[in-house]
T-cell receptor, first 112, second 116 residues
Framework: TQLLEQSPQFLSIQEGENLTVYCNSS?????LQWYRQEPGEGPVLLVT?????EVKKLKRLTFQFGDARKDSSLHITAAQPGDTGLYLC????????????FGQGTTLQVKP | EAGVAQSPRYKIIEKRQSVAFWCNPI?????LYWYQQILGQGPKLLIQ????????DSQLPKDRFSAERLKGVDSTLKIQPAKLEDSAVYLC??????????????FGSGTRLTVV
């Protein structure tokens, strides 16, 4: 069974601080995606990383895919209260049906 | 482009009652997914449709859950009878295609079910 483990599960920081969220697996994934979910809403796709070692930037968010394509990280620089939410990593299962497997999520709270 | 529509947004029922959720995916999206998200956890796939056919329902508790997508567009998810542990957010998502790395999902806002 393919699993994605995220850490930390909870993070509460002050505005302006930096943080990193990790997503790890013992399985190789062809690609990994990161989603952000706000309370009462569905997850929204932030980025897809495909190539081992790939780095993508989205304003203050930096996403990296591990060289072996088993792990990924999300780094936020100078966090703002608007970054508060649940961050989910997800990878496609090995069955090639398009089924996404999600990690358990990291709840981020950024206090002003 | 209209998003994925779900209704109702909230539902409170007593255990052993039945409940149904409705989803209208993005126009033209062939693949539709129902996920269950328990508070504080990531979404778990219940069932995946490709047009009106089931691709994956391996994690659907078939003794109480059922889903259909009769005309390959709208879908309904039903729980009968509901248990306390079914309390969760039920998310519907759609995507243009299927297969690894194809497209990200577009999620609806979900239906929050509380079973008392």
């Amino acid at each position: 069974t393919q699993l994605l483990e995220q850490s930390p599960q909870f993070l509460s920081i002050q505005e302006g601080e930096n943080l990193t969220v990790y997503c790890n697996s013992s399985s190789v994934f062809s690609s990994l995606q990161w989603y952000r979910q706000e309370p009462g809403e569905g997850p929204v796709l932030l980025v897809t990383v495909v190539t081992g070692g790939e780095v993508k930037k989205l304003k203050r968010l930096t996403f990296q895919f591990g060289d072996a394509r088993k792990d990924s990280s999300l780094h936020i620089t100078a966090a703002q209260p608007g970054d508060t939410g649940l961050y989910l990593c997800a990878g496609y299962g090995s069955s090639n049906t398009g089924k996404l497997i999600f990690g358990q999520g990291t709840t981020l709270q950024v206090k002003p | 482009e209209a998003g994925v529509a779900q209704s109702p947004r909230y539902k409170i029922i007593e255990k052993r009652q039945s409940v149904a959720f409705w989803c209208n995916p993005i126009s033209g999206h062939a693949t539709l997914y129902w996920y269950q998200q328990i508070l504080g956890q990531g979404p778990k796939l219940l069932i995946q449709f490709q047009n009106n056919g089931v691709v994956d329902d391996s994690q659907l508790p078939k003794d109480r859950f059922s889903a259909e997508r009769l005309k390959g567009v709208d879908s309904t998810l039903k729980i009968q009878p509901a248990k306390l542990e079914d309390s969760a957010v039920y998310l519907c998502a759609s995507s243009l295609g299927s297969g690894q790395g194809a497209h990200g999902y577009t999620f609806g806002s979900g239906t929050r079910l509380t079973v008392v």
